[in-house]
């Protein structure tokens, strides 16, 4: 069975410009979270959506926001893009719909802002 | 503010030998704790979890300890073998549906 995928794989852009980020979770799960990775640290929450509602959101500028689909894929969008963006970008599903599933993990997308 | 903490950086280990890795969490309201392996340029890969009613649980190769008396997590590997080398996270979820990180350990396993 194929596991989370995500798209693209790796992405650069300059300051001020907005990115895409797209993810497909495994079949059968319909909650998708998306997580900063700067270089170096562990992963940091940015969102949580189930059934096309953001259940969760973590410290985030408005700059970021995301959607589900009702094929429970996900978009992640970044809006004026700065330096400080420049990191992996990963998404995980899990089956619902407790607060506390497993959560499982894409390869990730690897943006670069210069 | 709350955090998920590893002890150690850095760990070294002997092909062969069992590894230990440690993890500090602060927030006692979590009531679920997830170790993950990450391999250069790759996503997180599952490796165990345990619940708060639970103090140990096995997999193939790996234990887990839950110490909430002192809020301790560890990952114990058996038999390390050169593709356990990686960076292991350990996460935990207090209920509010994310994951909150530490700073992971990176385990180098010397032949």
């Known amino acids: 069975d194929a596991g989370v995928t995500q798209s693209p794989t790796h992405l650069i852009k300059t300051r001020g410009q907005q990115v895409t980020l797209r993810c497909s979770p495994i079949?059968?799960?319909?909650?998708v979270s998306w997580y900063q990775q700067v270089l170096g640290q562990g992963p940091q929450f940015i969102f949580q959506?189930?059934?096309?509602?953001?259940?969760g959101r973590g410290n985030f500028p408005d700059r970021f926001s995301a959607r589900q689909f009702p094929n429970y894929s996900s978009e992640l969008n970044v809006n004026a893009l700065l330096l400080g963006d420049s990191a992996l970008y990963l998404c995980?599903?899990?089956?619902?719909?407790?607060?506390?599933?497993?959560?499982?993990f894409g390869p990730g997308t690897r943006l670069t802002v210069l | 503010g709350e955090s998920v903490g590893l002890h150690l950086p850095t760990l070294s280990v002997q092909e062969g030998d069992n590894s230990i890795i440690n993890c500090a969490y602060s927030?006692?309201?979590?009531?679920?704790f997830i170790w993950y392996k990450q391999e250069s340029g790759k996503g997180p890969q599952f490796i165990i979890d345990?619940?708060?009613?639970?103090d140990k649980r096995q997999g193939q190769r790996v234990t887990v300890l839950l110490n909430k008396t002192v809020k301790h997590l560890s990952l114990q590997i058996a038999a390390t073998q050169p593709g356990d080398s990686a960076v292991y996270f350990c996460?935990?979820?207090?209920?509010?549906?994310?994951?909150?990180f530490g700073a992971g350990t990176t385990v180098t396993v010397r032949a």
């Open positions: 995980a599903s899990s089956s619902p719909s407790g607060s506390t599933d497993t959560q499982y």
């Open positions: 079949s059968g799960h319909k909650s």
């Open positions: 959506y189930y059934e096309k509602e953001e259940r």
């Open positions: 927030n006692s309201a979590s009531d679920y």
């Open positions: 345990i619940r708060s009613n639970m």
């Open positions: 996460a935990e979820n207090g209920g509010d549906y994310k994951l909150s």
